[in-house]
């Protein structure tokens, strides 16, 4: 396996697969909207120094996962910001430490843009994020859906 970390820039081309696996993973939370949605989002995440900014893992130029760095990422919480999402792995890819590396990736570019904090929500993977240094900011309803907020200071 030889796992390489790049911007979603230089791989415009996975746009309509992620897209894909982001409408499958999390469109139970977002009944209104579409596959197109879900794509648009992505598109907007085309960028190397700015939010919102992708970074996707491959392998053997497959893709493998993802994650990003946005402004907000629930429409009900925009005082936070800016916030840590969209981390997927491919089935296969998952618990072998890949998604530990894209957020240490997308930490380090949050950084360089002198962002020293982050937030993320999660309906799941609280215990994953908190061995990661995350800690829990609340528990609360989101779209139906029980989640966490939880948030780190970078530097």
């Known amino acids: 396996m030889t796992i390489t970390i ?4 230089n791989h415009p ?6 897209s894909r696996h982001f409408y499958q993973e999390w469109g ?4 209104d909207r579409s ?44 005082e936070l910001s800016p916030w840590l999402a969209g981390l997927y792995m491919k089935d296969e890819y998952r618990n072998i430490g890949i998604g530990k590396l894209l957020i240490e990736n ?12 982050l937030y993320l ?17 609340i528990q609360e309803d989101y779209r139906g859906i029980n989640v966490v907020i939880m948030k780190k200071r970078l530097r």
């Not at 081309?13 to 992620?18: F, R, S, T």
């Not at 085309?46 to 429409?75: H, Q, S």
């Not at 929500?121 to 900011?137: C, E, I, Q, R």
């Open 35 to 78: 596959l197109k949605d879900f794509k648009d989002s992505i598109v907007e995440r085309l960028n190397y120094d700015k939010i919102p900014l992708a970074l996707v893992a491959v392998d053997k130029g497959r893709f493998i996962g993802t994650i990003c760095l946005k402004e907000y990422d629930m429409d009900t919480r925009k």
């Open 6 to 9: 790049d911007y979603l820039k």
């Open 28 to 31: 139970y939370l977002f009944h």
């Open 106 to 117: 997308i930490s380090n570019e949050a950084l360089k843009i002198n962002i020293n904090e």
């Open 13 to 18: 081309d996975l746009v309509e697969e992620i």
């Open 121 to 137: 929500f999660t309906p799941s993977a609280k215990d994953y994020y908190k061995k990661l240094g995350w800690s829990t900011v």
